[in-house]
């Protein structure tokens, strides 16, 4: 869906932002939205379509633990109210919000390990107070028996990759063995994969995406943050846990089951990928799917990584 230019005047009106709105270049894509750059008489915004609608008592909860974040110095976007306070507008045909917009160079898990260690460090010392449960997305499994049926319609189905995926069965539920549900504690970013810890053109960093934002473990999100920008570097490792602990990170990672919130939330990823394959109406919206699919079978979260990471934190 594109923006029109009615819903830019009213995006720049009901957001203060200026005058003279206009787009720049093409959308951002993610899973849940596309990320719009709007130009105006005041400088340049980021107004980001939700391709589900959300509710305004929870977008105010996430925006104001950001609010917290860059208040403490963690490097973040800007959050943009309306002129009456509210972070969501109602379009006619979409849900809007809006931030200070941010340049920001492609997703990249070879950032520098220091400068990644000490970022989470400071989003963790926030000590933010998490309301509500952990979310099941981050600590159940999808399970054996869901796995087979879903390898089964792939394979029906003719998914080029099924046989792939397949191969990879008894490595996903032994890890989903590992799991461990951690007790409700602090507001966590939980989303701190690469597509949104991202480099900026002066060398810093800028963390994007703080929607999925709630109670978690900072174990289990720094072990994930190793994951992620580590697994093919024992050193980088290192250096990412040094740099996360001398910057007052509370967390530690001490054991496989430290990795809870990544193996499950990397399951549930492939499983929704897959379905999503399975049920696309467009080749493009298939193209995209098998696209996410791949890149876990490029880089698969395995207990060897695992291990290799543990050999140099512990």
């Known amino acids: 869906m594109a923006l029109s230019p009615s819903n830019l005047d009213e995006i720049a ?13 093409t959308p951002a894509r993610g899973e849940l939205g596309q990320v719009w750059k709007i130009e105006t008489s005041t400088g340049s915004w980021a107004a980001k379509e939700l391709f589900e609608p959300g509710s305004e008592v929870e977008a105010a909860r996430q925006a104001a633990f950001q609010e917290a974040a860059v208040s403490a110095g963690v490097p973040a976007p800007g959050i943009v109210r309306t002129v009456d306070g509210r972070v969501l507008l109602d379009l006619e045909d979409c849900q809007v919000r809006v931030y200070a917009w941010v340049d920001v160079e492609p997703p990249d898990i070879n950032l520098d390990p220091a400068s990644v260690g000490g970022a989470v460090a400071a989003i963790h010392r926030l000590g933010y107070p998490g309301e509500g449960p952990v979310h099941p997305w981050y600590v159940e499994p999808v399970g054996a028996e869901a796995w087979d049926a879903l390898f089964r319609k792939l394979a029906r189905a003719g998914n080029p990759q099924g046989v792939r995926l397949a191969e990879h069965r008894a490595e996903i539920c032994a890890l989903e063995q590992l799991l461990s549900p951690p007790a409700p504690m602090p507001q ?6 690469a597509d949104n810890v991202r480099a900026t053109p002066d060398g810093g960093l800028c963390i994007l995406d703080w929607e999925n934002a709630g109670t978690g473990d900072p174990s289990q999100e720094l072990a994930l943050v190793l994951a992620e920008f ?9 250096s990412l846990h040094t740099a996360y602990v001398d910057e007052g990170g509370p967390g530690r990672v001490r054991g496989p089951k430290d ?28 193209q995209h799917a098998r696209d996410a699919i791949e890149e876990f079978l490029t880089r698969p979260l395995t207990r060897g990584v695992i291990e290799r990471v543990l050999d140099r934190v512990i």
């Open 259 to 286: 990795f809870s919130m990544a193996i499950a939330q990397l399951g549930h990823i492939l499983e929704w990928q897959c379905k999503n394959w399975l049920r696309a109406g467009s080749p493009e919206a298939r």
């Open 230 to 238: 580590c697994s093919e570097s024992a050193e980088r490792a290192a």
């Open 13 to 25: 009106r009901c957001f203060g932002l200026g005058e003279g709105a206009r787009l720049i270049g």
């Open 188 to 193: 966590l970013h939980l989303d701190l994969w």
